[in-house]
């Protein structure tokens, strides 16, 4: 059974950090891309960094220089740091990990995990 479970969402005020954590299992880890996205309520889910199965990055305009993605292939696990936040970072996040191209588009992501709050105030 596959999951995908993220962890370290929370409320933040502007040019604050937090650091997103998705524990992976129940499928080849290292034979999978792994993303980051978001959405927020009534909209489409936004491409904000992908990790390649060769460790190539990928990362959305709007986050780009602020947020790094990075994994611990030991522990089955892949990380976003974000810096700098923004009132507009706001969104459920998610993680995803997909078998084809691994960008930004959802269409390249067959699993995701349940999603954690990020909250930021200006």
């Known amino acids: 059974q596959v999951q995908l479970q993220e962890s370290g969402g929370g409320s933040v005020q502007a040019g604050g950090s937090l650091r997103l954590s998705c524990a992976a299992s129940?499928?080849?880890?290292?034979?999978?891309?792994m993303g980051w996205f978001r959405q927020v309520p009534g909209k489409e889910h936004e491409g904000v960094a992908t990790?390649?199965?060769?460790?190539?990055?990928t990362y959305a305009a709007s986050v780009k220089g602020r947020f790094t993605i990075s994994q611990e292939n030991a522990e089955n696990t892949v990380y976003l740091q974000m810096n700098s936040l923004q009132p507009e970072d706001t969104a459920m996040y998610y993680c995803?990990?997909?078998?084809?191209?691994?960008?930004?588009?959802?269409?390249?992501?067959?699993?995701w995990g349940q999603g954690t709050q990020v909250t930021v105030s200006s």
């Open positions: 995803a990990a997909g078998t084809r191209q691994c960008g930004l588009s959802v269409r390249d992501y067959q699993y």
């Open positions: 129940g499928f080849p880890y290292s034979s999978y891309c």
């Open positions: 990790n390649d199965t060769d460790g190539t990055t």
